[in-house]
């Protein structure tokens, strides 16, 4: 049971920091500061003073606007010092206190969070993460990896399909130690939820598979403790406690209405919710030294635990030195792959025909061979998008050890999900489906580049290659789409040279996600691919003399086709570049000079081929040049009849040349 | 009850299309086979001969992959006269019988699927257009609008989060003639569902309010047509009807397993299931007489359904002339609002700052007054996107005439619903949430693109201008992300003007979707702006000189500062055009010599501003110019700190100008 002070402090310092950066969301720390009071003061495994101890309890606010609550609980705690002068610069630039909560950028932090319901599905990524991790490390007297995953959710996050897609694989993993905390207060931007969500919640989450408890009065701390001990307890089914709040509650002219969701309160309001509250001071930002105690007293009791933990985990490493070699594998640097990475081994492969994706496959094995700490899967298209790791097991409830992941038809929970097995620490992981269906990812997508972490999107079926299935499942504006988005590299390989190459780079990234997106047809290997793909673009065929008639610029399965037109052009008296760019955004990182031995600046005669609408490579083409790509839609017939009606031959492609 | 033929003829035509085709999905046109002849025999209401009846039941395939179950539906009613050379052209070019349905390619599509799950909330957008058209125009004695809407779905489309987002407000909104047949076999493609979908899905869809039956055997007709026939005497709830099946069922060798779902049976096992079944050829595509009957009978019967409906709707046009006036302006042309959106009434503002949210908020609500078909609303943020037509009502179970939607925080399917409104006829349809949002609806642009359909798309907070909700919120690669889409014009107006042209080319649209994005922040009224801007790009403040000696291309809030560095410039002696794109793909769509006379070919000292990624720009740029855009991510803080310090100043732009 938590002390009035401590829950009142996080609402009296959320709604002093909003009032005076006169912007941000009250509503929510207001309503759910109980919750968060008694989870931080009673539960939470969490040592201030480490906030990235890997066996701590992960704790993610998936209504992201509430980010005031969070960064009070930091500083109540003392989390990596965050003072009253960092919530004083609320949502000032360049502060500690962003608008939404920033996974990298505020310590103790544990996901970036505003979409609503994203961070949900993380937290079922956490949860994954951890019983992979445990199944890997624990040993008997030794639960290296022990902890559980709380996340706090609202109306909105339940109402996101995401968190029915992520919650329903969490029940049918039996996800135990994941809890989620239904801040439950019936009110939404446009009014009551009524207007738009009347469903029966506790139900659908029964349905899914967790226990589900009510704690009728979110400020009752005490019966909060009591659920969530009552989720602790429970070890075959994850949890859900709904907790009825009163959004804002606290300031009595505004709470419980929609307009105390996202507006400053006002003074005068605050004043009198702080003498309402008894609050000892209506000074902003005064907090007595009773209202830091309990959430000091708690930092000190896991700085203990951790200490405790570290002990153990000594002992630990001596008694298992092989645990604690793959341990440091999970956790540091894997030496041994970056090294077969490097090698010839790894890029091998047999001189035919071949698709990418079943190239991606081979060297996705060849990695998962080398890199026991690599887990993921596809939407249920395994089998077509290659992307079982042979011989690794299955995830289940039934096997925590299992390297392959089932997410099910469910793209954009899976991405988080895999967003959040990243988060954790010790894994990395993967998720696939067709190219297509990467508009189902881009969100996630968008949030791995965002916090900065390597998340790697396997997709496959790449263009109008796919044929007879036709346009709903052909990828046309998806390559641009996602070279939009910064710091998310996009690789389009052309073959198994390239396709190698793409791996390693989305494997060797740190801060960068990335995409792979493969073909189902068969393409040829080309005799001048080479380990300069990982510089994004390069020279794969050049002109016989020193400056081209003019360049060709392809990627993927275009690039044999724009080879094939270059020997056309040659026999003709025309001598032309053709350049393979399998990486746009890396191409883009490399230094002027290299960029412009690729595209001297001086070759203005420059063609871009791509099944795509290839909208970046304008950049390359300028207004001189011309292209050979999609305008439109594709359509349902074999994909030989598709590239040549949409004039992805290599006559068609000399004839733009020679057009120039 | 069904005839065992008539039943079995589906997966007969299935088999044998997909066999020919060597390509596509024979498990559920055989697993659903009973479901769908017992429906298209004994129950919808569709007349083959005209299956554009507005009366007429909707059938939704949301499993898309499954076409050939609809295509033999529509070969065996006779509809659109597809014929058996028809189906033997399955996943050809330029067939009838594309590889997944599409929506005005083959007469009696009711919409484009394949993506699973969407169907599911488009077949929820059909079930809203049915009640509000009811309220609208049924009358004592006329129910002119009285049909079911009736959806196919698998375990794949219920696993879609899609589908949750749309049945829960199904559910709030109690749509009680939506009839959802759950094809439940219990297979995906990498297995049984046992590996990621073990919730109890009849006790979700209980919790969102539906009325749950189960059909334990899926070819027992009579029980699917009980079921049916309760499912229609519910008249308070969405119906749910949980059929049991076997994928592939009749191809004994092969069905209950993954391999059935979408390889080509085999000559030789397709040989063995007509035996098997008792079918009386083994011949391709050879079908008696007795199969065709009970789809032809039913068939008749609902000619005879629509001659009596037509023959009814003359009475009540003759009784109910005003009512006859209003139906003609939702269903045919609305000439009074062509007028209105050319006027200068129309078109009027105040001379002020304001945010083009705003603004588009008043020219909402000037069409909303003049289009009473037009209905639509927000995920949740209306009081933010300015979205909420005044004094149109509020959309609910209690008031099916309101014409403002709540449709929660989905913006998924919020995107499809409004594009099953759109398919409904008679209605027009618009959503809306933050413009960083409209990567959650990027799947259902995509397909209101591919169905030529007109939906319009609010975007609002457009780019860093959104200030303290920081990067999670602030648009950076979402401009790109919908240009890059085929047959979708993305609007970016700087001022009223451009708002009110951008509004009057949505509205005007009959094939192509599009998105307008708005401010968040007050920008000013440009001298300029003028109708022209309906070209998608027009100069908008043009050089002293007839050839300038720079030209400055920007959209949206970056207009006003162009021309403020167009005039920094000029007292420098630099002389400069300006011009506004604030639709890139509209312009794209002019003529050579205009576009020419736009950007003039010999000028190639360009720069491009745009806050954000602006990759579609460098088409105009070229290599010769320069780009103020958006290179990375956002950052919390007020936006004029922001918009300076990614340099969308004057002064910044100016200065690029000169380092051309």
Same mark, same amino acid.
């Given at each position: 049971?938590?002390n009035?002070?401590?829950?009142?402090?996080?609402?009296? &310092?959320?709604a002093?920091?909003?009032?005076?950066?006169?912007?941000?969301?009250?509503?929510?720390?207001?309503?759910?500061?109980?919750?968060?009071?008694?989870?931080?003061?009673?539960? &939470?495994?969490?040592?201030?003073?480490?906030a990235?101890?890997?066996?701590?309890?992960?704790?993610?606010?998936?209504?992201?606007?509430?980010?005031?609550?969070?960064?009070?609980?930091?500083?109540?705690?003392?989390?990596?010092? &965050?003072?009253?002068?960092?919530?004083? #610069? =609320?949502?000032?630039?360049?502060?500690?206190?962003?608008?939404?909560?920033?996974?990298?950028?505020?310590?103790?932090?544990?996901?970036?969070? *505003?979409?609503?319901?994203?961070?949900?599905?993380?937290?079922?990524? =956490?949860?994954?993460?951890?019983?992979?991790?445990?199944?890997?490390?624990n040993?008997?007297?030794?639960?290296?990896?022990?902890? %559980?995953?709380?996340? /706090? $959710?609202?109306?909105? $996050?339940? /109402?996101e399909?995401?968190?029915?897609?992520?919650?329903?694989?969490?029940?049918?993993?039996?996800?135990?130690?994941?809890?989620?905390?239904?801040?439950?207060n019936?009110?939404?931007?446009?009014?009551?939820?009524?207007?738009?969500?009347?469903?029966?919640?506790?139900?659908?989450? !029964?349905?899914?598979?967790?226990?589900?408890?009510?704690?009728?009065?979110?400020?009752?701390?005490?019966?909060?403790?009591?659920?969530?001990?009552?989720?602790?307890?429970?070890?075959?089914?994850?949890?859900?406690?709904?907790?009825?709040?009163?959004?804002?509650?606290? $300031?009595?002219?505004?709470?419980g209405?929609?307009?105390?969701?996202?507006?400053?309160?006002?003074?005068?309001?605050?004043?009198?919710?702080?003498?309402?509250?008894?609050?000892?001071?209506?000074?902003?930002?005064?907090?007595?030294?009773?209202?830091y105690?309990?959430?000091?007293?708690?930092?000190?009791?896991?700085?203990?635990?951790?200490?405790?933990?570290?002990?153990?985990?000594?002992? %630990?490493?001596?008694?298992?030195?092989?645990?604690?070699?793959?341990?440091?594998?999970?956790?540091?640097?894997? @030496?041994?792959?970056?090294?077969?990475?490097?090698?010839?081994?790894?890029?091998?492969?047999?001189?035919?025909?071949?698709?990418?994706?079943?190239?991606?496959?081979?060297?996705?094995?060849?990695?998962?061979?080398?890199?026991?700490?690599?887990?993921?899967?596809? @939407?249920?298209?395994?089998?077509?998008?290659?992307?079982?790791?042979?011989g690794?097991?299955? %995830?289940?409830?039934?096997?925590?050890?299992?390297? #392959?992941?089932?997410?099910?038809?469910r793209?954009?929970?899976?991405?988080?999900?895999?967003?959040?097995?990243?988060?954790?620490?010790?894994?990395?992981?993967?998720?696939?489906?067709?190219?297509?269906?990467?508009?189902?990812?881009?969100?996630?997508?968008?949030?791995?580049?965002?916090?900065?972490?390597?998340?790697?999107?396997?997709?496959?079926?790449?263009s109008?290659?796919? *044929?007879?299935?036709?346009?709903?499942? !052909?990828?046309?504006?998806?390559l641009?789409? &996602?070279?939009?988005?910064?710091?998310? #590299?996009?690789?389009?390989?052309c073959?198994?040279?390239?396709? @190698?190459?793409?791996?390693?780079?989305?494997?060797?990234?740190?801060?960068?996600? *990335?995409?792979?997106? $493969?073909?189902?047809?068969?393409?040829?290997?080309?005799?001048?691919?080479?380990?300069?793909?990982?510089?994004?673009?390069?020279?794969?065929?050049?002109?016989?003399?020193a400056?081209?008639?003019?360049?060709?610029?392809?990627?993927?399965?275009?690039v044999?086709?724009?080879?094939?037109?270059?020997? /056309?052009?040659?026999?003709?008296?025309?001598?032309?570049?053709?350049?393979?760019?399998?990486?746009?955004?890396?191409?883009?990182?490399?230094?002027? !000079?290299?960029?412009?031995?690729?595209?001297?600046?001086?070759?203005?005669?420059?063609?871009?081929v791509?099944? *795509?609408?290839?909208?970046?490579?304008?950049? %390359?083409?300028?207004?001189?040049?011309?292209?050979?790509?999609?305008?439109?839609?594709?359509?349902?017939?074999p994909?030989?009849?598709? =590239?040549?009606?949409?004039?992805?031959?290599?006559?068609?492609?000399? #004839?733009?040349?020679?057009?120039?």
């Amino acid at each position: 049971m938590s002390n009035t002070l401590a829950v009142n402090a996080i609402r009296v &310092l959320s709604a002093d920091m909003i009032q005076k950066a006169n912007s941000g969301h009250p509503g929510l720390p207001l309503g759910a500061a109980a919750t968060a009071c008694e989870l931080w003061t009673n539960h &939470l495994k969490f040592n201030p003073q480490d906030a990235k101890w890997i066996d701590r309890d992960r704790f993610v606010l998936s209504g992201g606007h509430g980010s005031a609550l969070l960064y009070s609980l930091l500083h109540l705690t003392g989390c990596g010092g &965050l003072s009253i002068d960092d919530l004083k #610069n =609320f949502r000032q630039a360049d502060s500690l206190t962003p608008g939404h909560p920033e996974y990298g950028h505020t310590v103790g932090v544990d996901a970036t969070t *505003g979409p609503l319901g994203a961070g949900c599905a993380m937290a079922v990524g =956490f949860a994954i993460a951890e019983t992979q991790l445990a199944a890997q490390f624990n040993e008997p007297g030794y639960d290296v990896i022990d902890h %559980y995953t709380y996340v /706090m $959710c609202g109306d909105g $996050c339940l /109402m996101e399909g995401i968190s029915s897609e992520a919650f329903s694989l969490a029940g049918t993993l039996g996800l135990s130690k994941l809890i989620v905390l239904y801040d439950s207060n019936k009110i939404s931007i446009e009014g009551s939820t009524d207007i738009a969500f009347t469903e029966d919640v506790k139900k659908r989450m !029964e349905a899914f598979g967790f226990g589900v408890q009510v704690v009728e009065d979110g400020n009752d701390t005490a019966a909060i403790g009591r659920a969530i001990e009552a989720a602790k307890a429970d070890t075959t089914r994850p949890s859900f406690i709904e907790i009825k709040t009163i959004i804002g509650f606290g $300031c009595e002219s505004k709470q419980g209405t929609a307009s105390v969701h996202g507006e400053p309160l006002g003074e005068e309001n605050i004043v009198a919710m702080k003498k309402a509250l008894g609050w000892p001071s209506v000074e902003p930002f005064a907090v007595p030294d009773e209202a830091y105690a309990p959430y000091r007293a708690m930092g000190e009791k896991n700085a203990a635990a951790q200490a405790k933990w570290e002990a153990s985990f000594a002992e %630990y490493r001596a008694k298992f030195p092989e645990k604690a070699a793959l341990w440091d594998k999970f956790f540091g640097e894997n @030496a041994d792959l970056a090294a077969y990475l490097a090698s010839e081994d790894y890029a091998a492969y047999e001189d035919k025909p071949q698709a990418t994706r079943a190239l991606s496959g081979t060297y996705l094995n060849r990695i998962a061979d080398n890199m026991p700490n690599l887990t993921g899967g596809a @939407a249920d298209l395994a089998p077509s998008t290659k992307t079982y790791m042979k011989g690794k097991g299955d %995830y289940s409830a039934a096997d925590r050890a299992g390297r #392959n992941m089932h997410f099910g038809v469910r793209e954009l929970a899976m991405s988080a999900i895999a967003n959040g097995m990243l988060l954790h620490g010790g894994l990395r992981s993967y998720v696939s489906t067709f190219f297509v269906f990467s508009d189902y990812t881009k969100p996630m997508a968008r949030l791995s580049a965002l916090m900065n972490i390597p998340a790697i999107y396997v997709f496959t079926h790449d263009s109008i290659g796919v *044929g007879e299935d036709g346009p709903t499942h !052909e990828p046309i504006e998806q390559l641009s789409m &996602l070279r939009a988005i910064p710091n998310f #590299n996009v690789w389009r390989p052309c073959d198994a040279t390239e396709t @190698a190459m793409a791996w390693r780079a989305l494997i060797e990234s740190k801060t960068t996600p *990335g995409a792979i997106a $493969c073909t189902r047809q068969n393409l040829p290997q080309m005799a001048g691919s080479s380990d300069a793909a990982l510089k994004g673009g390069y020279i794969i065929s050049d002109s016989q003399k020193a400056t081209p008639d003019a360049i060709i610029i392809a990627t993927g399965s275009e690039v044999a086709i724009s080879v094939e037109a270059q020997k /056309m052009l040659l026999a003709e008296g025309i001598d032309v570049r053709v350049v393979s760019m399998p990486c746009v955004d890396v191409f883009e990182k490399q230094s002027d !000079e290299y960029k412009k031995s690729v595209l001297p600046a001086d070759v203005r005669k420059r063609v871009a081929v791509e099944a *795509g609408n290839a909208t970046e490579l304008y950049k %390359y083409v300028g207004l001189d040049g011309a292209m050979v790509c999609m305008t439109g839609f594709g359509a349902s017939a074999p994909y030989s009849v598709l =590239f040549k009606r949409f004039g992805f031959t290599a006559e068609n492609v000399a #004839n733009t040349v020679k057009g120039l």
